[in-house]
């Protein structure tokens, strides 16, 4: 049978913003397997603030996206096809599949996922996939929190901060969320259960950090960079932990964005500052998801998933990640 | 037999460089001991970069020193009286005893070192004590260095840097310095065993950085921060190490410095950047002094100290640490 595949190419490195236009949509055959591949039939592509990193034409922690080349994303599929005796028809697979409709592997990366039939893909890019595991051994891996701490994250209300934050809880901290409008932070406060939060857009939150974490800051979950970073710089204890996930503040900034000014804060508190990515611990899934999954369980933690409907309306909504209109987890329903 | 102490005071905080226009000369009886307390006779001060960050008006890992107040510094001298059981009279012990000919203690922070008549304070502050101390435990207990990797060493003619070099050699690492002059470049170089060194003065730091470190930078001990730590940043290995030891390049500003534009090198590269006080390791100094003096013994390491006499000369000489006319360790003898 052939197949059309339907695909975002990435047309044109963005200058700041990733928009629509930088994406080119392609139609055209899908090819007939080699020996060793399969075919996958994509079900749900996962939208991520690090999706951003990868269209600049210098290297993250992946090479960068070609010109011309299907977009790179986080994605579960079906096995449609198998020319590979590691894959059989029907098996739920998950991987880099890319913002497309069909892709074909050779099962480099590809990771099978449970046949369960209630297999939920909300759960899983909600809670127990990468952005469960994200926040999971960002928190514990690199925070080691201790009881009693005090724990500030920021984009609390995204996918990977609401989970931190609510980990934070169960571990015995005080939690501090900042994050963008009032809603997001009575979200936070009122049904994930973090302590207090501050809105960084009509608060000051150097102040606020002080007034709120009234023993200091004893671990940053950072997401975000710039002027919040400074201003949690500004209020944290002797041997503070700032474990950077994310700088989303300055992946659409056309001109480098000055560190904060008073990393000195790192000297004199000696405080360690460290970067994760979450790659590094896929072999350690299993020990993350059945921590997420019996916290669930117990109702100790919730989680948020947006489904936009449609393979076409990726890159409108990819901007959401970066304009603060959405909360909890974005995921794409590639076949609407 | 009544005593005149001569003092430094610190008659003002400095807007940018400390120079001798912020102390006070003062001179005046020593009092008489109370119960518990010893008086000392200074013999010889250090003079450190860290005696900036002293001086403002708010608190760095210690509470700044008053207007008014003798000026804090590190030195050692010889007890002249005690009311103390713990000391006694000929004792030679080492603490914060500040900038002046006299000090009376209460024992704090006191510590006694060596009656060895042969015991020499420019070994002492040249390699043992806390110059020592910081580059051991900072190299090898932050930086944590495995043989065949990169050491990056800023300020590297200085008293810590240099030393950090040469155990960084013993530990079979790579080691490339940077310094603010040739002659600094060929020192390090040719006499204290550096594989390269860069004059960041005249250099294209990041880019002679990228020639001389074909491997990529495993460990950076950072002395100084601001463009060399940016220039750094861009040549990290994944799961590099950045030691922050001091920041000098900072400590004269009037204003806030911004950070590194790259700070999301600290993410990509999943490095940690960690800040570290020897006070923290008074209680491993043992182990440190051990290992230093071995290393000597064996020619595997040498220091310079350049001595200035006279506690009046402290002032002018403190410049000496920020203009970069000076190489290794600075010290003043009390009594000319």
């Known amino acids: ?96 599949l890319g913002w497309q409709r069909y892709a074909v592997s050779d ?9 369960d039939p209630g297999f939920n893909p909300e759960v899983f890019f909600g809670l127990l996939g990468h952005i469960g595991m994200t926040a999971y051994f960002g928190l514990l891996d690199i925070g080691k929190p201790r009881p009693g701490e005090t724990l500030v994250v920021s984009a609390a209300a995204g996918a990977v ?20 409008s009032d809603d997001k932070c009575r979200w936070i406060t009122r049904e994930l259960g973090f302590d207090a939060a501050i809105n960084y857009k009509s608060e000051p939150v150097s102040q606020r950090l002080k007034e709120l974490c009234p023993k200091g800051i004893d671990i940053y979950f950072e997401n975000v960079g710039g002027a919040i970073l400074e201003a949690v710089l500004d209020n944290i204890n002797l041997h503070a932990r700032i474990v950077v996930c994310g700088l989303i503040s300055q992946y659409n900034s056309p001109q480098p964005v000055p560190g904060p000014a008073n990393l000195g804060k790192i000297l004199v508190c000696r405080a360690r500052m460290e970067g994760f990515i979450v790659l ?33 309306n990726a890159p409108t909504a990819l901007q959401r990640l970066f304009d603060g209109s959405h909360r909890g987890k974005l995921i794409v329903r590639v076949e609407d």
């Open 280 to 312: 590094d611990y896929a072999d350690r899934g299993m020990e993350a998801m059945t921590a997420l999954g019996r916290w669930h369980a117990e109702g100790k933690i919730r989680y948020r998933v947006e489904v936009v409907r449609g393979l076409e």
């Open 107 to 115: 099962g480099t990366g590809l990771t099978l996922l449970p046949k």
């Open 161 to 180: 901060g609401s989970l931190t934050g609510q980990i934070g809880k169960i571990h015995g901290l005080r939690v501090v969320g900042i994050a963008g």
């Open 1 to 96: 049978m052939a197949r059309i595949n339907r695909q975002w190419l990435l047309a044109t490195r963005p200058a700041d913003f990733l928009t629509p236009a930088n994406f080119r949509w392609n139609e055209q055959q899908v090819p007939a397997l080699n020996a060793g591949e399969v075919l996958i039939g994509l079900t749900y592509l996962s939208l991520d603030p690090t999706n951003r990193g990868w269209v600049n034409e210098y290297a993250s922690y992946l090479p960068p996206v070609a010109i011309g080349e299907v977009m790179r994303g986080i994605a579960i599929g079906t096995v449609l096809e198998s020319r590979n005796p590691r894959y059989s028809e029907g098996d739920r697979v998950h991987g880099l």
